[in-house]
């Protein structure tokens, strides 16, 4: 079967991976160049996206920020999974809030800004501290801010409307202010769904940002309750989609209950740890969803950990000995992910001695979150009072 990926990054690259065993021929349309490409090499394949619709069986995203009028032919093909409307409330938080309102699952309180005085009834509703977010192109932390106290108002405002009056994205633009959620950790699920209406879902991870990127996540402890509140936001959000392939949520926790931060209709960076951790793969079982295929078991195999590599960096021969690295073929930008390392082990207890054995052969300024970090205490999915 040959499947096509919107979006020539990593994330189409390991789909392309995955999809090998099973004779699934990934290929990728760049939405920027116009060009089709091959995921692993990036050799370009030539122009065109409407020719590559033609010759893919499947059609699916591994990114949110497309234009409309991509989606729309996708959409019209009948071949694209999760298709337009999924994609569309993932790349755009005025229509994500609808979707988890109208669901009715727990998110953060919000307000949305087009002018001053908008901003002004915000503060009201919300209160300081609160988060703005771009509705549109907002990925990583980037088209963020933070607005503490009354006196920073005028600068924050002025910001944002010089934001809003430059966006690419012209009047579609907006933010949306959100109540500070003073949260005691932030978790996502990824699970599979099939057209049949059938689930696979991983174990909640846990993940550490640094700078609004994911720097690590870890899987290794399991919360039933935790796990089981997640799920059923999960199953009521992808049956409310109709949802067909890896959809990703993440959620903040707060006193041992979960609200929703934000959802991705895609395979997801807190998901790699399934490449070495789980049964079967959430880039595999993202095509097995899509193309029709029965699903894979994602039940987790081993006690898990997946570090990002960000900007120049170099991975040590003896890192190689202890644990999995990914290379994505990409040339090193500061802020840009280029890799991952996948550490696995038996028990939690090895997972910590190996993942500790590892944290001094990464470089302090090329790892922040991860110097000084306490593992045990992220060991975590377990209660506060819980841990060893
Ligand atoms: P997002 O792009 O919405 O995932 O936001 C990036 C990061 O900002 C999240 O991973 C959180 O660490 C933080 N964040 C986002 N929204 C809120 C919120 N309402 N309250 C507190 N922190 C937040």
Same mark, same amino acid.
């Given at each position: ?269 807190? #998901? +790699?740890? &399934? ?6 793969? /959430? ?5 097995? *969803? !899509?193309?029709? =295929? ?44 280029? #890799? +991952?390392? &996948? ?6 207890? /090895? ?5 500790? *054995? !590892?944290?001094? =052969? ?27």
């Amino acid at each position: 079967m040959n499947v096509l990926v919107l979006g020539a990054g990593q994330l189409a690259r390991m789909m392309a991976l995955a999809g090998a065993p099973l004779d699934l021929n990934v290929t990728a349309f760049d939405v920027t160049s116009g060009n089709m490409i091959h995921p692993v090499t990036q050799t370009i394949l030539g122009k065109g996206l409407e020719s590559g619709i033609e010759h893919a069986d499947v059609i699916t995203a591994e990114f949110e920020h497309i234009s409309p009028d991509v989606l729309a032919l996708c959409e019209d093909s009948g071949k694209f999974f999760p298709g337009e409307n999924a994609i569309l409330i993932g790349g755009d938080r005025r229509k994500e809030k609808a979707l988890l309102d109208n669901a009715g699952v727990k998110n953060a309180r919000y307000h949305i800004i087009n002018t001053s005085e908008d901003l002004d009834s915000a503060i009201k509703k919300l209160g300081f501290p609160m988060i703005l977010k771009s509705a549109l192109d907002g990925y990583d932390g980037k088209g963020q801010w933070r607005l503490k106290r009354q006196e920073e108002v005028t600068s924050t405002w002025n910001e944002i409307n010089a934001f809003l009056q430059h966006s690419p994205q012209g009047k579609r633009q907006c933010i949306i202010a959100e109540e500070f959620i003073s949260f005691d950790r932030e978790v996502s699920l990824i699970g599979a769904r099939n057209a049949k209406g059938e689930f696979e879902i991983y174990s909640l991870t846990e993940n550490i940002h640094h700078e609004g990127i994911l720097r690590l996540s870890i899987c290794a402890t399991e919360n039933e309750a935790l796990q089981n509140q997640a799920e059923v936001m999960f199953k009521v959000i992808a049956e409310n989609l109709n949802y067909v392939g890896i959809l990703a949520i993440e959620f903040f926790e707060v006193n041992g209950a979960l609200m929703v931060n934000e959802i991705a209709p895609r395979v997801h960076n807190s #998901g +790699h740890w &399934t490449q070495q951790g789980a049964e079967v793969c /959430q880039f595999e079982n993202h095509l097995r *969803a !899509i193309c029709g =295929l029965p699903l894979g078991s994602a039940k987790q195999i081993r006690p898990s950990a997946m570090i990002n590599i960000v900007g120049d960096v170099k991975i040590s021969e003896h890192i190689m000995r202890l644990a999995h690295v990914h290379w994505y073929n990409k040339s090193p930008r500061p802020g840009r992910k280029i #890799g +991952h390392i &996948t550490v696995c082990e038996k028990t939690t207890e /090895q997972l910590i001695e190996t993942f500790e *054995a !590892i944290i001094p =052969l990464l470089e302090k300024e090329q790892f922040p979150a991860l110097h000084g970090i306490k593992i045990r205490e992220h060991l975590t999915l377990k209660k506060k009072d819980e841990h060893p």
